[in-house]
């Protein structure tokens, strides 16, 4: 008994499986499409009905003979949906967009649960937005513009978790636009609706042009009266102003300060007066005219140091390293010399060097350490191999002018190296 009533089962699930299959069937599919040809005509009038499967027909797109995606856009269709495209059950795209369909969506599209992309828009549909469309839970685009839909944009919407297009424009819509949260809905627009009241805040950034031809209000539209937002952005663009007139205040007060330091500076240091003034100033000076002109506007490294030099028997630089003399020290005068920058221990300079060197020399200020202590220093560091330090080439010392030569580094990080925390810190100058 028990086996016989397995058996009854088994075969009555089966013929239930047969009739799953035949009612959703690519025969199922074609009757469905013949049905829409018979109501809205146009071009797909055109479709060769003898032919036994539908998926060579124009805009009708198979998978597996079954009907994935329906694609009539511009084909002329009028009149009214018929009941019956809820068989095409595997559907996953369908438009009908710049069409001239009118009345209102047939309630068996519920059936067409894989239907992700539902482009309607440039049609006569009117009506309420159906509400069985918020049992669609595939849908990721809805184009309903252009069209004659009327009523109130429903809550239900979030119901569609997946939507991200919801286009309504230009329809009859009513009513104020619902918080839509659920929904990701990265493409928005109600223009040219009969909508009232404020916008969402979820759509405050998007372009006004997605609202307006509305009576909307709120950003990105303007603010809503009445409701002390409107006090608000009085009081906002108050804050605008202030914060325009306070900047430049702010900024005013920097120049000026920047000002006042930069001829604090200048004043404080005569022998340099002209490139603390210039930022770039060629200081070239032949070596012949130099001697006398040391602690006069217009000096540079040169000028002492050329003159030192022919008073002390100190005539030339010391270079470190395996580095050949490449160029002496009357070639270091003659060079045109470039205010790099001012730091603690003194001034440096980029210079260039006519044989097409470039090196970066700093001038000691204040350095009184005697001889024979600077050189064992200097000798010290200029042995000093490291990947962070601008390498030491060569210095120069007399009595009175004491100049370090460093590789030439565009990038700052001399400026950084010499000024701030070099190796000389620690020395006693
Ligand atoms: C229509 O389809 C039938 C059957 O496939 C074919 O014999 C006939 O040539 C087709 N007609 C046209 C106009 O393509
Ligand atoms: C759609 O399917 C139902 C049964 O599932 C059937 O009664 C109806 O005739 C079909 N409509 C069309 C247009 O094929
Ligand atoms: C749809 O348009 C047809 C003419 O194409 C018209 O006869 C019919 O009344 C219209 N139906 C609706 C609901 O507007
Ligand atoms: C929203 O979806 C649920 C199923 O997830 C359904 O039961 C409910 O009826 C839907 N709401 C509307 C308004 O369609
Ligand atoms: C739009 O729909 C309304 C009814 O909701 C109807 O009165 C009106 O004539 C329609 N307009 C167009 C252009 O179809
Ligand atoms: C909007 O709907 C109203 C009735 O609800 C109708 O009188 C009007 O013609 C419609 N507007 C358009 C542009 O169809
Ligand atoms: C919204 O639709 C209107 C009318 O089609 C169009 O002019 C506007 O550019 C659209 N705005 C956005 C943000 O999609």
Same mark, same amino acid.
């Given at each position: 008994? &028990?086996?016989?009533?397995?058996?009854?089962?088994?075969?009555?699930?089966?013929?239930?499986?047969?009739?799953?299959?035949?009612?959703?069937?690519?025969?199922?599919?074609?009757?469905?499409?013949?049905?829409?040809?018979?109501?809205?005509?146009?071009?797909?009038?055109?479709?060769?009905?003898?032919?036994? @499967?539908?998926?060579?027909?124009?805009?009708?797109?198979?998978? &597996?003979?079954?009907?994935?995606?329906?694609?009539?856009?511009?084909?002329?269709? @009028?009149?009214?949906?018929?009941?019956?495209?809820?068989?095409?059950?595997?559907?996953?795209?369908?438009?009908?967009?710049?069409?001239?369909?009118?009345?209102?969506?047939?309630?068996?599209?519920?059936?067409?649960?894989?239907?992700?992309?539902?482009?309607?828009?440039?049609?006569?549909?009117?009506?309420?937005?159906?509400?069985?469309?918020?049992?669609?839970?595939?849908?990721?685009?809805?184009?309903?513009?252009?069209?004659?839909?009327?009523?109130?944009?429903?809550?239900?919407?979030?119901?569609?978790?997946?939507?991200?297009?919801?286009?309504?424009?230009?329809?009859?819509?009513?009513?104020?636009?619902?918080?839509?949260?659920?929904?990701?809905?990265?493409?928005?627009?109600?223009?040219?609706?009969?909508?009232?009241?404020?916008?969402?805040?979820?759509?405050?950034?998007?372009?006004?042009?997605?609202?307006?031809?509305?009576?909307?209000?709120?950003?990105?539209?303007?603010?809503?009266?009445?409701?002390?937002?409107?006090?608000?952005?009085?009081?906002?663009?108050?804050?605008?102003?202030?914060?325009?007139?306070?900047?430049?205040?702010?900024?005013?007060?920097?120049?000026?300060?920047?000002?006042?330091?930069?001829?604090?500076? @200048? $004043?404080?240091?005569?022998?340099?007066?002209?490139?603390?003034?210039?930022?770039?100033?060629?200081?070239?000076?032949?070596?012949?005219?130099?001697?006398?002109? @040391?602690?006069?506007?217009?000096? $540079?490294?040169?000028?002492?140091?050329?003159?030192?030099?022919?008073?002390?028997?100190?005539?030339?630089?010391?270079?470190?390293?395996?580095?050949?003399?490449?160029?002496?020290?009357?070639?270091?005068?003659?060079?045109?010399?470039?205010?790099?920058?001012?730091?603690?221990?003194?001034?440096?300079?980029?210079?260039?060097?006519?044989?097409?060197?470039?090196?970066?020399?700093?001038?000691?200020?204040?350095?009184?350490?005697?001889?024979?202590?600077?050189?064992?220093?200097?000798?010290?560091?200029?042995?000093?191999?490291?990947?962070?330090?601008?390498?030491?080439?060569?210095?120069?010392?007399?009595?009175?002018? &004491?100049?370090?030569?460093?590789?030439?580094?565009?990038?700052?990080?001399?400026?950084?190296?010499?000024?701030?925390?070099?190796?000389?810190?620690?020395?006693?100058?």
């Amino acid at each position: 008994m &028990k086996f016989q009533l397995l058996l009854i089962t088994l075969v009555f699930a089966f013929s239930l499986y047969l009739f799953a299959i035949v009612d959703a069937d690519p025969a199922s599919d074609r009757a469905a499409l013949l049905a829409l040809r018979l109501a809205v005509g146009g071009r797909i009038l055109l479709w060769n009905t003898s032919a036994a @499967s539908p998926c060579s027909w124009t805009g009708v797109f198979c998978e &597996k003979d079954r009907v994935t995606r329906l694609r009539l856009p511009g084909m002329g269709l @009028s009149g009214t949906l018929p009941l019956g495209i809820g068989n095409l059950t595997e559907l996953q795209t369908l438009s009908l967009r710049f069409n001239a369909v009118n009345g209102s969506i047939p309630p068996d599209f519920v059936n067409l649960v894989n239907l992700r992309y539902l482009y309607l828009q440039g049609n006569f549909f009117s009506g309420q937005i159906p509400e069985f469309l918020f049992n669609m839970q595939n849908l990721v685009r809805l184009n309903l513009a252009h069209n004659n839909f009327s009523g109130e944009i429903s809550p239900s919407f979030n119901n569609l978790t997946r939507l991200d297009t919801l286009y309504l424009e230009n329809n009859n819509l009513t009513g104020a636009i619902p918080d839509l949260n659920a929904p990701p809905l990265g493409q928005f627009n109600v223009s040219d609706n009969k909508l009232t009241g404020p916008i969402p805040a979820r759509f405050s950034h998007l372009d006004a042009s997605a609202f307006e031809g509305n009576s909307l209000c709120g950003e990105p539209l303007q603010a809503c009266p009445g409701t002390g937002t409107d006090s608000g952005s009085k009081l906002s663009g108050g804050a605008i102003a202030g914060i325009v007139i306070g900047s430049l205040i702010g900024l005013l007060l920097i120049l000026l300060i920047l000002f006042f330091f930069c001829r604090k500076k @200048s $004043s404080g240091d005569n022998q340099l007066k002209d490139t603390a003034t210039v930022k770039r100033a060629d200081v070239e000076i032949p070596a012949g005219n130099i001697a006398r002109d @040391s602690g006069n506007a217009g000096a $540079s490294y040169s000028a002492t140091a050329k003159g030192d030099a022919r008073s002390s028997g100190t005539m030339n630089l010391v270079f470190f390293g395996k580095v050949s003399k490449v160029f002496d020290l009357e070639d270091l005068l003659r060079a045109s010399a470039e205010v790099l920058g001012k730091g603690t221990f003194g001034t440096t300079y980029k210079a260039s060097i006519e044989i097409g060197v470039v090196a970066a020399v700093k001038r000691l200020k204040d350095v009184t350490a005697p001889e024979r202590e600077f050189r064992e220093k200097i000798e010290e560091v200029g042995k000093m191999v490291h990947e962070n330090l601008v390498p030491l080439r060569a210095y120069y010392y007399s009595r009175d002018e &004491k100049l370090l030569v460093y590789d030439y580094m565009p990038m700052g990080s001399l400026s950084a190296l010499l000024h701030g925390t070099h190796p000389f810190s620690g020395l006693s100058f």
